[in-house]
């Protein structure tokens, strides 16, 4: 473990130790796994039976930061010296007994003051479910594509693309990594799959071919008619 990042896991375990508030924390992510390196992230859950107040007071107890920004899904990231980033959920005890669905491989109870944190054994989703929301993001980024909104048509893609790291991780058996399905995809995924999807963030059709021979793999009975008319617009 870097001796920066491995400073910084020593210092919130103290500080989640010495918070009285504090029922549970948890750390997940690249170092609760071991595969942390120099790139990677802290991350930890805390869930609190009381206010725990400023949040960015809180992860300042750790160390110094240059920023704290809560971000798009309500977690606190912080900026350590360095450009170390921290991921800092904060939470209710009322949350813990979700961490039971979480389809994680692992993760490291730092404090578990009454003995809440159960084991994390969530189902992954299945494939017609991701199939089905590749769809989804995909005729999106159609329309607009249609419309004369590249901009919006390659965000939509990058989120078509993300189920179809998904739909190749259940086609190949490939779902350690199955909460960032682009983490080492590189490594873990065949190359006719990595060569699949090498155009898929940007050209719709591209996207279509390769999510349409993974629906397949996938789901014996595929929405047919829903098929015709995705060839028939984008080419099988």
């Known amino acids: 473990m870097p001796e920066r990042h491995e400073r910084l896991i020593a210092r919130t375990r103290e500080v989640c130790a010495a918070d009285d508030r504090l029922a549970a924390a948890l750390m997940y992510g690249s170092f609760a796994t071991g595969e942390g390196d120099e790139h990677s992230d802290i991350e930890f859950w805390l869930f609190f039976a009381e ?5 960015r007071a809180w992860i300042e107890r750790i160390a110094p930061v240059t920023h704290v920004v809560r971000n798009e899904f309500g977690s606190h990231v912080a900026f350590f010296p360095g450009l170390i980033r921290g991921e800092f959920h904060f939470a209710r005890v009322a949350d813990i007994a979700a961490v039971a669905e979480w389809p994680v491989s692992r993760i490291v109870p730092i ?4 003995g809440l944190l ?11 479910d991701v199939c089905g929301r590749f769809a989804n993001w995909l005729l999106l980024a159609y329309h607009v594509g249609e419309r004369g909104e590249r901009l919006r048509q390659l965000d939509a893609l990058a989120h078509a693309q993300r ?3 998904w739909m190749s991780r259940l086609a190949e058996g490939r779902t350690e990594h199955w909460l960032t399905p682009s983490r080492r995809a590189e490594a873990e995924l065949g190359a006719a799959t990595l060569a699949a999807l090498g155009r898929t963030h940007e050209d719709v059709g591209a996207a279509w071919r390769a999510g349409r021979a993974l629906w397949l793999e996938l789901d014996p009975a595929p929405p047919g008619e829903l098929f015709a008319e995705l060839d028939r617009a984008l080419g099988a």
């Open 111 to 114: 404090v578990d003051r009454h």
């Open 118 to 128: 159960p084991e994390p054994a969530g189902e992954l989703d299945t494939g017609a």
């Open 51 to 55: 206010d725990p107040g400023d949040e």
């Open 163 to 165: 189920h179809l790291l």
